[in-house]
């Protein structure tokens, strides 16, 4: 069976390990359109101008293609992938990331990829891999069922936030102090309804007139 979805909008890839991580992450960056960088989100930036910019080139006689735009009609996806190797068995993209492997954030977002991939070329794509520079190595990535399942379900997900504007909550917890965004989330802020409300309640307060303002 088809999907059907109720609003025509593209969901880009990259929102896909956004909402993985956090969904209040992903809403900051793709709904109200902010981004902060630190040191992690340079890097990362970076390493994947480097990538992107090599030519396209053959290995063993295996075609390597950089940078390619990337899309799904069925899907409603939208992105590019860092490098997508022509196997002989098939089309294989290769993620970069920066740090070191970590959760399947990633996973999700290389399966999203292949999702576009054998749409966009009639090809069946079974596995691909994610290069993790901090430790110079790639991890296979196979794209069970069940990986592709929750692919999908996330992208519908992060769909509905989108034509919703949403805002998730504030998670307030060990992912917030490494996350570039941080300073626009303030999750221990709003992370914690008593001190958000004594915070509201100060700054509306009305000021005190003197006798000698009367």
Not at 45 to 65: P, T, Y
Request: proline share 7%.
């Amino acid at each position: 069976m088809e999907p059907w979805f109720e609003a025509e909008i593209d969901v880009p890839i990259s929102a896909i390990e956004h909402f993985s991580y956090c969904p209040r992450q992903c809403a900051l960056i793709h709904v109200e359109q902010t981004f902060d960088e630190n040191q992690y989100t340079i890097r990362g930036r970076l390493a994947h101008e480097r990538v992107d910019k090599g030519e396209e080139s053959a290995a063993d006689g295996v075609r390597i293609l950089r940078g390619i735009p990337l899309w799904s009609e069925r899907y409603r996806l939208r992105g590019k992938a860092d490098v997508v190797e022509l196997r002989p068995e098939g089309p294989y993209p290769i993620e970069y990331k920066v740090g070191r492997p970590h959760g399947v954030h990633a996973d999700l977002q290389l399966c999203a990829q292949a999702l576009c991939l054998e749409e966009m070329l009639s090809a069946e794509v079974p596995r691909g891999a994610i290069f993790h520079h901090a430790v110079r190595r790639r991890t296979e990535v196979v794209f069970t069922d069940s990986l592709r399942s929750r692919t999908i379900e996330m992208a519908e997900d992060i769909r509905e936030m989108l034509v919703a504007q949403r805002l998730p909550a504030a998670p307030n917890d060990a992912r917030c102090p490494r996350c570039s965004l941080i300073n626009a989330c303030l999750p221990s802020v709003v992370g914690e309804p008593h001190r958000l409300r004594g915070l509201q309640g100060a700054l509306f307060r009305p000021l005190e007139v003197g006798p000698s303002d009367a």
